[in-house]
């Protein structure tokens, strides 16, 4: 059974930092491209970041470039996003997701087959 629980969101102000994780269990890290997705109230769920099943890419939506960085840590099977300069546009609920089919798409939430339950990121003004 495939689990995968998200940790580190919370209330920051804008212009700072947060680091999520997403410890897995049931598949491992290094097997699967791991992404993170975010959705807004009122807004469909959008494509975050993702690092490739090998760790030999990483893969950023444009709005968060230069301010955001996925990473893993494979002795304990987690995935990280460190996200600095927080603005906040960022406020959502961040979900972590494994794709196990390893799909040529990253970015596409379809191909994503295992979902955490999300944690609430609230940027304030």
């Known amino acids: 059974q495939v689990q995968l629980v998200e940790s580190g969101g919370g209330l920051v102000q804008a212009g700072g930092s947060l680091r999520l994780a997403c410890t897995a269990s049931g598949v491992t890290v290094g097997s699967a491209h791991m992404g993170w997705f975010r959705q807004a109230p009122g807004k469909e769920r959008e494509f975050v970041a993702a690092i490739r099943w090998s760790g030999a890419s990483t893969h950023y939506t444009d709005s968060v470039k230069g301010r955001f960085t996925i990473s893993r840590d494979g002795a304990k099977n987690t995935v990280y996003l460190q996200m600095d300069s927080l603005k906040p546009e960022d406020t959502a609920v961040y979900y972590c997701?494994?794709?196990?089919?390893?799909?040529?798409?990253?970015?596409?939430?379809?191909?994503?087959?295992?979902w955490g339950q999300g944690t609430q990121v609230t940027v304030s003004s």
């Open positions: 997701a494994a794709d196990t089919s390893r799909s040529w798409l990253m970015i596409d939430a379809a191909t994503y087959d295992y």
